[in-house]
Nanobody, 123 residues
Framework: QVQLVESGGGLVQTGGSLRLSCAAS????????MGWFRQASGKEREFVGT???????SHADSVKGRFTISRDNAKNTVYLQMNGLKPGDTAVYYC?????????????????WGQGTQVTVSS
């Protein structure tokens, strides 16, 4: 079992930055591909970014160039650096762990999920 706890969310103005953290416990995340998803009110959960075991990453087109996923296996933590935030980025952000070897773009590829952290971007 892997327990994931997100932190770092909050209220920020348009153009601002936040860094989300996802702290894992129970097992080392080095054996997992990791991902970030988000869910806005009344909408389906959507893919934000994924990072494989080797540190390679891929991001959704909607956040490419603004958001960066990274991992620190020594700290058992995954991060999402978010710059240039827009009101459309407002959502609950979730961290997740996948057993697949490479990038995981779909929610059903992930076996462990955190509880989420709220990000609100004001205009």
């Amino acid at each position: 079992q892997v327990q994931l706890v997100e932190s770092g969310g909050g209220l920020v103005q348009t153009g601002g930055s936040l860094r989300l953290s996802c702290a894992a416990s129970g097992r080392t995340i080095s054996n997992y591909a990791m991902g970030w998803f988000r869910q806005a009110s009344g909408k389906e959960r959507e893919f934000v970014g994924t990072i494989n075991r080797s540190g390679g990453s891929s991001h959704a087109d909607s956040v490419k160039g603004r958001f960066t996923i990274s991992r620190d296996n020594a700290k058992n933590t995954v991060y999402l650096q978010m710059n240039g935030l827009k009101p459309g980025d407002t959502a609950v952000y979730y961290c997740a762990a996948s057993l697949l070897l490479s990038f995981s773009y779909y929610a059903n590829q992930y076996v462990y999920w955190g509880q989420g952290t709220q990000v609100t971007v004001s205009s």
